[in-house]
Protein backbone atom coordinates (compact mmCIF):
# COMPACT_ATOMS: atom_id res chain seq x y z
CA UNK A 1 0.00 0.00 0.00
CA UNK A 2 1.49 3.17 -1.12
CA UNK A 3 -0.31 6.39 0.67
CA UNK A 4 0.06 9.38 -1.94
CA UNK A 5 -3.21 12.00 -0.45
CA UNK A 6 -0.94 14.88 -1.22
CA UNK A 7 -1.88 18.06 0.46
CA UNK A 8 -4.21 21.00 0.60
CA UNK A 9 -4.28 24.51 0.38
CA UNK A 10 -4.51 26.04 4.56
CA UNK A 11 -7.52 27.69 5.28
CA UNK A 12 -7.13 31.40 6.23
CA UNK A 13 -8.43 32.51 9.36
CA UNK A 14 -9.46 36.03 8.40
CA UNK A 15 -13.23 37.47 9.14
CA UNK A 16 -15.30 38.12 6.44
CA UNK A 17 -13.81 35.77 4.08
CA UNK A 18 -16.66 33.79 3.50
CA UNK A 19 -18.69 36.73 2.84
CA UNK A 20 -16.56 37.86 -0.24
CA UNK A 21 -15.39 35.28 -3.52
CA UNK A 22 -12.36 33.46 -2.47
CA UNK A 23 -9.95 31.37 -4.92
CA UNK A 24 -7.63 28.81 -4.23
CA UNK A 25 -5.05 28.24 -6.30
CA UNK A 26 -7.03 25.77 -8.32
CA UNK A 27 -9.76 28.46 -9.16
CA UNK A 28 -7.09 30.54 -10.19
CA UNK A 29 -5.68 28.26 -12.52
CA UNK A 30 -9.04 26.92 -14.11
CA UNK A 31 -10.73 30.30 -14.32
CA UNK A 32 -11.70 31.47 -18.24
CA UNK A 33 -12.07 34.91 -16.94
CA UNK A 34 -9.63 37.38 -15.69
CA UNK A 35 -11.21 39.83 -13.05
CA UNK A 36 -10.57 42.94 -13.14
CA UNK A 37 -8.70 43.24 -9.65
CA UNK A 38 -7.71 40.68 -7.37
CA UNK A 39 -6.03 40.37 -3.46
CA UNK A 40 -3.41 37.59 -3.35
CA UNK A 41 -2.41 36.67 0.30
CA UNK A 42 0.96 35.08 0.93
CA UNK A 43 3.92 36.11 -0.81
CA UNK A 44 5.38 32.94 -1.38
CA UNK A 45 6.54 31.19 -4.58
CA UNK A 46 2.64 30.61 -5.42
CA UNK A 47 1.62 34.28 -4.29
CA UNK A 48 4.79 35.69 -6.56
CA UNK A 49 3.42 33.30 -9.94
CA UNK A 50 0.17 33.76 -9.61
CA UNK A 51 0.59 37.65 -8.99
CA UNK A 52 2.42 37.86 -12.21
CA UNK A 53 0.38 35.59 -14.61
CA UNK A 54 -2.90 37.74 -13.48
CA UNK A 55 -1.27 41.14 -13.65
CA UNK A 56 0.32 40.21 -17.23
CA UNK A 57 -3.38 39.39 -18.26
CA UNK A 58 -4.89 42.41 -17.44
CA UNK A 59 -5.71 41.96 -13.75
CA UNK A 60 -5.02 45.10 -11.17
CA UNK A 61 -2.75 43.13 -8.58
CA UNK A 62 -2.55 43.39 -5.03
CA UNK A 63 0.15 40.80 -3.40
CA UNK A 64 -0.31 40.52 0.89
CA UNK A 65 2.80 39.20 2.32
CA UNK A 66 2.44 38.98 6.22
CA UNK A 67 6.21 38.33 6.45
CA UNK A 68 8.40 41.47 5.63
CA UNK A 69 9.82 39.88 2.88
CA UNK A 70 8.26 38.09 -0.44
CA UNK A 71 9.70 33.88 -0.89
CA UNK A 72 10.82 34.82 2.65
CA UNK A 73 12.15 31.24 2.98
CA UNK A 74 14.96 31.93 0.66
CA UNK A 75 18.05 34.29 0.96
CA UNK A 76 16.44 37.90 1.88
CA UNK A 77 17.98 39.39 -1.64
CA UNK A 78 15.80 36.90 -3.40
CA UNK A 79 12.57 38.36 -1.89
CA UNK A 80 13.66 41.98 -2.67
CA UNK A 81 15.05 41.44 -6.10
CA UNK A 82 11.43 39.51 -7.30
CA UNK A 83 9.43 42.32 -5.08
CA UNK A 84 11.29 45.01 -7.28
CA UNK A 85 10.28 43.45 -10.49
CA UNK A 86 6.59 43.12 -9.28
CA UNK A 87 6.49 46.72 -8.31
CA UNK A 88 7.85 47.38 -11.52
CA UNK A 89 5.37 45.67 -13.34
CA UNK A 90 2.58 47.37 -11.52
CA UNK A 91 1.91 45.00 -9.40
CA UNK A 92 0.73 46.36 -5.68
CA UNK A 93 3.24 44.86 -2.85
CA UNK A 94 2.59 44.93 0.70
CA UNK A 95 5.24 43.26 2.79
CA UNK A 96 5.00 43.19 6.55
CA UNK A 97 1.01 43.03 6.16
CA UNK A 98 -1.66 40.92 7.08
CA UNK A 99 -5.26 40.63 5.71
CA UNK A 100 -7.40 41.13 9.04
CA UNK A 101 -10.86 41.30 7.41
CA UNK A 102 -12.87 40.92 4.20
CA UNK A 103 -15.92 42.72 3.40
CA UNK A 104 -18.58 42.49 0.68
CA UNK A 105 -19.19 45.81 -1.11
CA UNK A 106 -21.63 46.42 -4.21
CA UNK A 107 -20.31 43.40 -6.79
CA UNK A 108 -16.98 43.45 -5.16
CA UNK A 109 -15.08 43.57 -1.98
CA UNK A 110 -12.67 45.27 -0.20
CA UNK A 111 -9.99 43.89 2.10
CA UNK A 112 -8.69 45.47 5.51
CA UNK A 113 -5.05 45.47 6.19
CA UNK A 114 -3.39 45.34 9.83
CA UNK A 115 -2.53 49.25 9.21
CA UNK A 116 -5.93 49.90 8.24
CA UNK A 117 -5.30 50.22 4.10
CA UNK A 118 -8.53 49.22 2.22
CA UNK A 119 -7.63 47.53 -0.96
CA UNK A 120 -11.08 47.26 -3.49
CA UNK A 121 -11.13 44.56 -5.23
CA UNK A 122 -13.21 41.35 -7.12
CA UNK A 123 -11.27 38.41 -5.70
CA UNK A 124 -9.29 37.31 -3.38
CA UNK A 125 -6.67 34.47 -3.82
CA UNK A 126 -5.39 32.49 -0.65
CA UNK A 127 -2.31 30.63 -1.62
CA UNK A 128 -0.75 30.71 2.22
CA UNK A 129 0.71 27.42 2.46
CA UNK A 130 -0.32 23.66 2.34
CA UNK A 131 -1.31 20.86 4.71
CA UNK A 132 -0.57 17.15 4.49
CA UNK A 133 -3.93 15.29 3.70
CA UNK A 134 -4.06 12.49 6.24
CA UNK A 135 -7.48 13.23 7.93
CA UNK A 136 -10.68 10.66 6.73
CA UNK A 137 -8.53 7.99 5.13
CA UNK A 138 -8.38 5.59 8.25
CA UNK A 139 -4.45 6.01 9.47
CA UNK A 140 -5.47 4.66 12.63
CA UNK A 141 -6.89 0.96 11.52
CA UNK A 142 -3.61 0.89 10.63
CA UNK A 143 -1.83 2.25 13.60
CA UNK A 144 -0.38 5.52 11.98
CA UNK A 145 -0.27 8.72 13.82
CA UNK A 146 0.73 11.88 11.29
CA UNK A 147 1.31 15.00 13.14
CA UNK A 148 0.97 18.08 11.72
CA UNK A 149 4.36 17.50 9.04
CA UNK A 150 1.99 14.68 7.63
CA UNK A 151 3.24 10.63 7.75
CA UNK A 152 7.04 10.00 8.90
CA UNK A 153 8.41 7.98 6.71
CA UNK A 154 12.07 6.57 6.73
CA UNK A 155 14.79 6.26 4.39
CA UNK A 156 12.81 3.43 2.06
CA UNK A 157 9.76 5.60 2.45
CA UNK A 158 8.50 3.05 4.56
CA UNK A 159 5.59 4.64 7.23
CA UNK A 160 7.66 4.74 10.66
CA UNK A 161 5.72 2.66 13.13
CA UNK A 162 3.46 1.08 10.42
CA UNK A 163 2.88 -2.84 9.86
CA UNK A 164 5.36 -4.23 6.99
CA UNK A 165 4.26 -2.79 3.12
CA UNK A 166 2.72 0.08 4.22
CA UNK A 167 4.54 3.36 2.22
CA UNK A 168 4.16 6.89 1.50
CA UNK A 169 5.28 9.35 -0.92
CA UNK A 170 4.93 12.82 -1.89
CA UNK A 171 3.07 16.18 -0.42
CA UNK A 172 1.83 13.76 2.40
CA UNK A 173 5.24 12.97 3.73
CA UNK A 174 5.98 16.55 4.57
CA UNK A 175 9.55 15.90 3.24
CA UNK A 176 9.72 18.83 0.36
CA UNK A 177 6.46 19.77 -1.27
CA UNK A 178 7.45 19.51 -4.89
CA UNK A 179 6.36 17.23 -7.98
CA UNK A 180 9.82 16.23 -8.34
CA UNK A 181 10.73 15.15 -4.69
CA UNK A 182 7.49 13.05 -4.97
CA UNK A 183 8.19 11.31 -8.32
CA UNK A 184 11.71 10.49 -6.61
CA UNK A 185 9.86 8.71 -3.57
CA UNK A 186 7.83 7.14 -5.45
CA UNK A 187 10.91 5.97 -7.76
CA UNK A 188 12.59 4.84 -4.17
CA UNK A 189 9.72 3.02 -2.90
CA UNK A 190 9.01 1.07 -6.09
CA UNK A 191 12.72 -0.20 -6.00
CA UNK A 192 12.47 -1.05 -2.15
CA UNK A 193 8.81 -2.79 -2.69
CA UNK A 194 10.61 -4.92 -5.93
CA UNK A 195 13.50 -5.97 -2.95
CA UNK A 196 15.76 -3.70 -3.49
CA UNK A 197 17.19 -1.35 -0.70
CA UNK A 198 17.34 2.14 -1.71
CA UNK A 199 17.23 4.85 0.13
CA UNK A 200 16.57 8.21 -0.33
CA UNK A 201 18.66 11.35 -0.25
CA UNK A 202 17.15 14.91 -0.47
CA UNK A 203 20.32 16.48 -0.61
CA UNK A 204 20.72 19.28 -3.59
CA UNK A 205 17.17 19.26 -4.26
CA UNK A 206 16.58 22.30 -6.64
CA UNK A 207 13.34 24.93 -5.82
CA UNK A 208 12.13 26.63 -8.32
CA UNK A 209 9.50 29.73 -8.80
CA UNK A 210 8.60 30.10 -12.29
CA UNK A 211 8.44 33.88 -12.60
CA UNK A 212 10.00 36.22 -14.99
CA UNK A 213 12.59 35.99 -13.98
CA UNK A 214 12.85 32.60 -12.59
CA UNK A 215 13.76 32.44 -8.67
CA UNK A 216 15.90 29.13 -8.67
CA UNK A 217 17.82 28.16 -5.46
CA UNK A 218 19.89 24.66 -4.07
CA UNK A 219 20.50 23.69 -0.30
CA UNK A 220 21.81 26.03 1.70
CA UNK A 221 21.03 29.84 2.39
CA UNK A 222 24.07 31.87 3.21
CA UNK A 223 22.51 32.45 6.93
CA UNK A 224 21.18 28.68 7.22
CA UNK A 225 25.22 27.43 6.62
CA UNK A 226 26.47 30.30 9.20
CA UNK A 227 23.80 29.12 11.98
CA UNK A 228 24.80 25.65 10.95
CA UNK A 229 28.53 26.40 12.42
CA UNK A 230 30.04 25.89 9.07
CA UNK A 231 32.78 28.06 8.04
CA UNK A 232 31.00 30.04 4.92
CA UNK A 233 32.87 32.01 2.10
CA UNK A 234 29.97 33.19 -0.06
CA UNK A 235 29.76 34.97 -3.64
CA UNK A 236 27.70 36.90 -5.42
CA UNK A 237 27.59 38.07 -9.06
CA UNK A 238 25.76 40.19 -11.51
CA UNK A 239 25.00 38.20 -15.26
CA UNK A 240 25.23 40.87 -17.29
CA UNK A 241 28.87 41.72 -16.23
CA UNK A 242 29.60 38.18 -16.15
CA UNK A 243 28.67 36.17 -18.64
CA UNK A 244 29.91 36.71 -22.17
CA UNK A 245 27.24 38.52 -24.75
CA UNK A 246 24.55 38.46 -22.19
CA UNK A 247 22.48 40.50 -24.82
CA UNK A 248 22.32 36.91 -26.95
CA UNK A 249 19.06 36.01 -25.01
CA UNK A 250 17.59 39.37 -23.75
CA UNK A 251 17.67 43.03 -24.76
CA UNK A 252 18.14 44.06 -21.37
CA UNK A 253 20.16 41.98 -19.40
CA UNK A 254 19.70 40.96 -15.89
CA UNK A 255 20.57 38.82 -13.29
CA UNK A 256 21.87 37.63 -10.34
CA UNK A 257 23.66 33.96 -9.27
CA UNK A 258 25.18 33.86 -5.55
CA UNK A 259 27.32 30.68 -4.01
CA UNK A 260 27.72 30.10 -0.69
CA UNK A 261 30.44 27.36 0.08
CA UNK A 262 32.20 25.16 3.30
CA UNK A 263 35.40 26.78 3.43
CA UNK A 264 36.28 23.09 5.64
CA UNK A 265 34.98 20.91 3.29
CA UNK A 266 35.66 22.90 -0.40
CA UNK A 267 32.38 22.16 -1.30
CA UNK A 268 28.99 24.27 -2.34
CA UNK A 269 26.37 23.89 -0.09
CA UNK A 270 23.82 26.39 -1.40
CA UNK A 271 23.37 28.63 -4.82
CA UNK A 272 20.27 30.75 -5.44
CA UNK A 273 19.79 32.54 -9.00
CA UNK A 274 17.58 35.13 -9.68
CA UNK A 275 17.56 35.07 -13.64
CA UNK A 276 16.27 34.16 -17.36
CA UNK A 277 15.99 29.89 -17.44
CA UNK A 278 17.32 30.11 -13.82
CA UNK A 279 15.61 26.52 -13.19
CA UNK A 280 17.41 24.98 -15.82
CA UNK A 281 20.90 25.80 -15.00
CA UNK A 282 20.66 26.22 -11.49
CA UNK A 283 21.31 22.00 -11.60
CA UNK A 284 24.67 22.53 -12.01
CA UNK A 285 24.88 23.87 -8.50
CA UNK A 286 22.04 21.05 -7.79
CA UNK A 287 24.79 18.37 -9.07
CA UNK A 288 27.83 19.78 -6.99
CA UNK A 289 25.77 20.26 -3.93
CA UNK A 290 24.60 16.72 -4.35
CA UNK A 291 27.72 14.46 -5.00
CA UNK A 292 29.71 16.79 -3.20
CA UNK A 293 32.31 18.15 -5.71
CA UNK A 294 35.22 19.62 -4.55
CA UNK A 295 35.18 23.73 -5.63
CA UNK A 296 39.04 23.33 -6.88
CA UNK A 297 37.29 20.35 -9.71
CA UNK A 298 34.54 22.63 -10.43
CA UNK A 299 36.77 26.08 -11.16
CA UNK A 300 38.33 23.57 -13.62
CA UNK A 301 35.05 22.97 -15.10
CA UNK A 302 34.69 24.41 -19.61
CA UNK A 303 31.49 25.95 -19.91
CA UNK A 304 29.73 26.78 -23.65
CA UNK A 305 30.57 30.40 -24.78
CA UNK A 306 28.04 32.22 -24.57
CA UNK A 307 25.41 30.33 -21.54
CA UNK A 308 24.39 31.55 -18.40
CA UNK A 309 26.23 28.27 -17.00
CA UNK A 310 29.02 30.33 -17.65
CA UNK A 311 28.41 32.95 -14.58
CA UNK A 312 29.40 29.16 -12.78
CA UNK A 313 33.22 29.91 -13.64
CA UNK A 314 33.45 33.21 -11.85
CA UNK A 315 31.74 32.76 -9.29
CA UNK A 316 33.96 29.95 -8.34
CA UNK A 317 37.07 31.40 -9.01
CA UNK A 318 36.01 34.06 -6.66
CA UNK A 319 34.93 31.42 -3.58
CA UNK A 320 37.62 32.12 -0.83
CA UNK A 321 38.74 28.37 -1.00
C1 LIG B 1 -0.25 26.36 -7.19
C2 LIG B 1 0.78 25.30 -7.04
C3 LIG B 1 1.87 25.30 -7.90
C4 LIG B 1 2.85 24.33 -7.77
N1 LIG B 1 3.88 24.36 -8.64
C5 LIG B 1 4.82 23.42 -8.54
C6 LIG B 1 5.89 23.38 -9.48
O1 LIG B 1 5.99 24.22 -10.37
N2 LIG B 1 6.82 22.42 -9.35
C7 LIG B 1 6.75 21.51 -8.36
O2 LIG B 1 7.65 20.66 -8.27
N3 LIG B 1 5.75 21.49 -7.46
C8 LIG B 1 4.77 22.42 -7.54
N4 LIG B 1 3.75 22.40 -6.65
C9 LIG B 1 3.71 21.34 -5.64
C10 LIG B 1 3.18 20.05 -6.27
O3 LIG B 1 1.90 20.28 -6.82
C11 LIG B 1 3.08 18.95 -5.21
O4 LIG B 1 4.32 18.84 -4.53
C12 LIG B 1 2.78 17.61 -5.88
O5 LIG B 1 1.55 17.66 -6.55
C13 LIG B 1 2.74 16.51 -4.82
O6 LIG B 1 2.36 15.31 -5.42
P1 LIG B 1 1.51 14.25 -4.60
O7 LIG B 1 1.35 13.09 -5.50
O8 LIG B 1 2.10 14.06 -3.26
O9 LIG B 1 0.11 14.95 -4.32
P2 LIG B 1 -1.02 15.47 -5.32
O10 LIG B 1 -0.47 15.86 -6.63
O11 LIG B 1 -1.81 16.46 -4.53
O12 LIG B 1 -1.91 14.18 -5.57
C14 LIG B 1 -2.64 13.57 -4.53
C15 LIG B 1 -3.85 12.92 -5.16
O13 LIG B 1 -4.46 12.06 -4.20
C16 LIG B 1 -5.86 12.18 -4.33
N5 LIG B 1 -6.47 11.75 -3.07
C17 LIG B 1 -6.55 12.42 -1.91
N6 LIG B 1 -7.18 11.67 -0.97
C18 LIG B 1 -7.51 10.51 -1.55
C19 LIG B 1 -8.18 9.31 -1.12
N7 LIG B 1 -8.66 9.19 0.13
N8 LIG B 1 -8.31 8.31 -1.99
C20 LIG B 1 -7.84 8.44 -3.27
N9 LIG B 1 -7.22 9.53 -3.74
C21 LIG B 1 -7.05 10.55 -2.90
C22 LIG B 1 -6.07 13.65 -4.63
O14 LIG B 1 -7.31 13.86 -5.27
C23 LIG B 1 -4.91 13.93 -5.57
O15 LIG B 1 -5.22 13.72 -6.91
C24 LIG B 1 2.74 23.35 -6.75
C25 LIG B 1 1.66 23.35 -5.88
C26 LIG B 1 0.69 24.32 -6.01
C27 LIG B 1 -0.47 24.28 -5.07
Aim: negative net charge.
Amino acid sequence: MILATGSYSNPLPVEGLDEVTVWTNREATTTREVPARAVIIGGGPNGVETSQWLSRLGCEVTLVQHADVLVNREDRRVGEIIKGVLEEEGIGVRVGRRVERARKEGDGAVVTLDDGEEIPTDVVVTVAGRTPRTEGIGLESVGIEPDEKGISVDERCHVIGAPEGVWAVGDVTGKLLFTHVAQYQGRVAVANILGGDRRANYDGVPRVVFSDPEIAAVGLTEEEARSRGMDVTAVTVDLPETIAKPWTYEQEPRGTLSLVADRARGVLVGAWAVAPQAGEWIHHAATAIRIGIPVTELRDGVAQFPTFTGAYIDAFELLDI
